[in-house]
């Protein structure tokens, strides 16, 4: 028999795509379970005996995908991180002057607080992380802070913006936008995209240069 021939179809062991698919899959089964009981009931209070109950396996198939709690906290902070700079990518690829791209990124940054993953941003402390992936995590903090600085250093270039310090508009947008994952309420009032579009423009409307101020915020389009 030539060892060159097709893959038989009738084969019961998944090909190499389809294996690893599936363990992507089930990884993200599991960060998106732990997310939700890290966001109710704090790191260190979730166990990974909860975790696997609620996925309804055993705690030994959880380490067949990650090493430990830690490193699935570190994942999923992470994926949270990296929905923000996805956010400040599609923003910048806008185009538009500082302020309308300032208030664009602003509110997809709240869109992103009110989800799973950057929830647990706003409530992960860094010394919960091992050093490692402290020092990883300030570094991708860094990046979005370096990124929403730049457009707020545009737009005083360019007269939208307030003459002010960029570190404190920085510091201050930043702040008041990582707070919404501690107070929205999906269940509440408004929707997200409603308290996006009324947290973002009382900000805006603090930073703005005097013509800009009470524009209306408009979300970057999908790519």
Same mark, same amino acid.
């Given at each position: 028999?030539?060892?060159?021939?097709?893959?038989?179809?009738?084969?019961?062991?998944?090909?190499?795509?389809?294996?690893?698919?599936?363990?992507?899959?089930?990884? /993200?089964?599991?960060?998106?379970?732990?997310?939700?009981?890290?966001? /109710?009931?704090?790191?260190?209070?979730?166990?990974?005996?909860?975790?696997?109950?609620?996925?309804?396996?055993?705690?030994?198939?959880?380490?067949?995908?990650?090493?430990?709690?830690?490193?699935? =906290?570190?994942?999923?902070?992470?994926?949270?991180?990296?929905?923000?700079?996805?956010?400040?990518?599609?923003?910048?690829?806008?185009?538009?002057?500082? =302020?309308?791209? =300032?208030?664009?990124?602003?509110?997809?940054?709240?869109?992103?607080?009110?989800?799973?993953?950057?929830?647990?941003?706003?409530?992960?402390?860094?010394?919960?992380?091992?050093?490692?992936?402290?020092?990883?995590?300030?570094?991708?903090?860094?990046?979005?802070?370096?990124?929403?600085?730049?457009?707020?250093?545009?737009?005083?270039?360019?007269?939208?913006?307030?003459?002010?310090?960029?570190?404190?508009?920085?510091?201050?947008?930043?702040?008041?936008?990582?707070?919404?994952?501690?107070?929205?309420?999906?269940?509440?009032?408004?929707?997200? /995209?409603?308290?996006?579009?009324?947290?973002?423009?009382? =900000?805006?409307?603090?930073?703005?240069?005097?013509?800009?101020?009470?524009?209306?915020?408009?979300?970057?389009?999908?790519?």
């Amino acid at each position: 028999m030539s060892t060159n021939s097709a893959p038989d179809e009738g084969s019961p062991w998944p090909k190499k795509t389809d294996r690893t698919r599936s363990r992507a899959l089930k990884r /993200e089964a599991v960060m998106t379970m732990a997310v939700r009981f890290f966001n /109710e009931k704090g790191f260190h209070a979730t166990s990974l005996d909860d975790v696997a109950k609620a996925l309804n396996v055993t705690k030994p198939t959880i380490y067949h995908y990650f090493r430990n709690k830690d490193e699935i =906290l570190f994942e999923c902070v992470v994926q949270g991180l990296h929905s923000i700079a996805d956010a400040a990518g599609r923003v910048e690829a806008q185009g538009g002057t500082g =302020l309308e791209r =300032l208030k664009s990124l602003a509110y997809m940054y709240a869109i992103c607080m009110t989800q799973d993953f950057c929830i647990c941003i706003s409530r992960t402390a860094d010394h919960e992380l091992s050093p490692a992936s402290r020092a990883r995590f300030r570094a991708l903090k860094r990046e979005i802070d370096q990124t929403m600085r730049q457009v707020i250093r545009d737009g005083i270039a360019d007269g939208t913006i307030a003459p002010e310090s960029e570190r404190m508009i920085s510091f201050t947008l930043a702040g008041a936008l990582n707070w919404i994952a501690r107070w929205f309420d999906p269940e509440g009032p408004m929707s997200r /995209e409603e308290v996006a579009q009324s947290v973002v423009s009382i =900000l805006m409307n603090g930073v703005a240069a005097e013509a800009g101020r009470g524009t209306p915020v408009r979300a970057p389009e999908s790519s």
